[in-house]
């Protein structure tokens, strides 16, 4: 049975969920998340001979909000997952990261090898650092709707996401709202007419903790981690080119959006130029975006199989 527990590291509070004995593997989840995400990985990769930990990432559920933007950097995340390992007792560790918790683990990876041996990521492929702020590249290519400019300006996505947190998260975990391009005069959520039926991976009392864990924190933390993007690639300029030498796995829904479009399906493609210690590139046929939950039985496999092949 897994147990939760608070734990001091890098100047803040983080709330973990733990199972098992043995070698250390972090979990880290994305947005909008928690560790309660992890939830079908916990006990198969502790069944496995692992000390399983999944954490509360920084800004979200029971772990530390800061309040000032600045405090959301990628050295700030990667900063958390050292502190924790340390904490735990332990000096080394294999990290596995979905959504946003990929760019956690990959760039911890690429950071601290002497800590991170192994390496994991759900949904998003490895950095490649571009040649210009993202957000700028988009600016200059003429765009200005796509999502991630709208999560900028403090306070306004945040607006729109706490004003029926019931919705949000189902218009956001049931098929990402209606597109990461928004329309005009709507926001992120689209069209709060359209129906969001809940599938079957996510039953009423997952879609309720949720739900209550959100409307008592809001969204703050989270979108701050957008609010970096650019200040990332600033930070990031020693590592440009930069590859993961560690024994790596990717894994996604073949019928994601961030593998499918041109700069993702790019990635994927060649992310082999990242890692050229990719053990396995797996794509979920049928699958979308929140992998380890719609298909935890494929997904818990794959990971045991890498986590065994990566033990020592």
């Known amino acids: 049975m897994s147990s939760s527990r608070m ?7 983080i709330f973990v969920t733990e199972q098992g004995s043995g070698p250390l593997v972090l979990l880290c989840h994305g947005w909008p998340e928690l560790s309660h995400s992890w939830r079908h990985q916990l006990p198969a990769i502790a069944a496995a001979g692992f000390h399983v930990v999944a954490p509360d990432m ?16 990628i050295f700030d995340l990667v900063g958390d997952m050292v502190s924790l390992v340390a904490a735990l007792g332990e000096t080394k560790a294999i990290i596995i990261g979905h959504d946003w918790g990929a760019p956690v683990a990959w760039h911890a990876a690429l950071f601290r090898p002497d ?10 492929p490895p950095p490649w650092r571009g040649r210009e702020r993202p957000l700028e590249t988009l600016a200059k290519s003429g765009v200005n709707n796509f999502y991630w400019q709208y999560f900028q300006k403090p306070g306004v996505a945040e607006a729109e996401f706490e004003r029926d947190v019931d919705f949000t998260m189902r218009a956001v975990t049931f098929g990402v709202a209606s597109s990461l391009f928004l329309k005009d005069g709507q926001g992120f959520l689209g069209d709060p007419a359209k129906a969001r039926p809940r599938p079957a991976w996510v039953s009423e009392q997952d879609l309720a903790h949720v739900v209550e864990t959100y ?5 703050r933390g989270g979108l701050n981690w957008y609010r970096n993007i650019d200040r990332n690639w600033d930070l990031t300029a020693p590592w440009h080119r930069a590859k993961i030498y560690q024994p790596s796995i990717f894994i996604a829904g073949a019928n994601d959006s961030v593998v499918t479009g041109i700069i993702g399906g790019k990635r994927v493609t060649e992310m082999d130029r990242v890692l050229p210690n990719l053990r396995r590139k797996l794509l979920i046929e049928g699958a979308g975006h929140w992998i380890q939950q719609e298909r935890p039985d494929e997904v818990n496999a794959a990971l045991v199989e890498f986590l065994n092949g990566v033990r020592d």
């Open 215 to 219: 409307s008592r924190t809001g969204f």
């Open 115 to 124: 800590i991170f041996t192994a390496v994991g990521g759900l949904s998003v």
């Open 7 to 13: 734990i001091s590291a890098n100047g803040i509070e």
């Open 58 to 73: 920084r800004g979200f559920g029971r772990t530390s909000a800061p309040l000032g933007v600045e405090a959301y950097s």
